[in-house]
């Protein structure tokens, strides 16, 4: 899953940043209003993590501006404005959920999951699928009823496989759901992690559609 943070205050950022990076999301930062807004045209996001005083254009502007497009991303505003005024407003703009700094880690994290669940259509906190109980949250993996060990980026792998049962999926898109701009790719490259999710779940798990890209079946 890969998140956009837009946050002027470099601590809290980088805080946010690293905590959410060891919950294995992908995470990008943007400085104010506008690189936020040029980094949501080019790139494909989960969720939008904002502030709400920003530079250049407020998180409030940025907000409306991604709502009258109709674009559905989930958005969690986080900001100091603690005022019941200024949530009613950040929410009526178009917000899922808002977060008053300073706040609870576990807490955003938790939010976070409770709004990629309803993102994705799910009730349940675990993903379901065949043999297959994967918990986003503790990342506890079974597999026909056994702990199965899985790494960082082959969690982000199935998961994005499991949000999207039956549809098939470029290698570029994989890449975004894995990776942020400025994370090191390196040489071991999506079909690297695809070999290794089919060594461990069974070579027909994941399916190539040659010339396409990969898909995990839609279930009966
Ligand atoms: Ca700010």
Redesign the pocket.
């Known amino acids: 899953m890969r998140l956009l943070l837009v946050?002027?205050?470099r601590m809290i950022a980088e805080s946010v940043r690293k905590g959410l990076r060891q919950e294995g999301f992908a995470v990008d930062w943007a400085q104010d209003g506008r690189a936020a807004e040029l980094l949501l045209q080019s790139e494909n996001f989960d969720l939008l993590l904002l502030?709400?005083?920003?530079p250049r254009k407020d998180?409030l502007e940025v907000l409306r501006a991604l709502r009258s497009q109709n674009n559905p991303l989930p958005v969690m505003i986080l900001?100091?404005r603690d005022a019941v005024a200024d949530r009613v407003k950040g929410l009526n703009a178009g917000a899922d959920d808002y977060l008053v700094k300073p706040f609870d880690f576990d807490e955003l994290v938790a939010r976070i999951h409770a709004l990629l669940r309803r993102q994705a259509g799910r009730g349940d906190p675990l993903i379901r699928y065949g043999p297959l109980i994967l918990n986003p949250i503790t990342h506890e993996t079974l597999f026909n009823g056994a702990p199965l060990a899985l790494s960082a980026r082959e969690l982000a792998l199935l998961e994005a496989f499991l949000d999207r049962p039956g549809a098939v999926l470029s290698i570029a898109y994989l890449q975004e759901k894995m990776y942020g701009l400025d994370d090191d790719v390196g040489s071991n490259t999506v079909e690297v992690y695809i070999h290794a999710l089919r060594k461990k779940l069974g070579s027909g798990f994941i399916r190539n559609v040659r010339g396409v890209g990969y898909m995990v079946p839609r279930l009966p």
Request: net charge negative.
């Open positions: 946050e002027d205050d502030d709400l005083g920003l998180g900001t100091a």
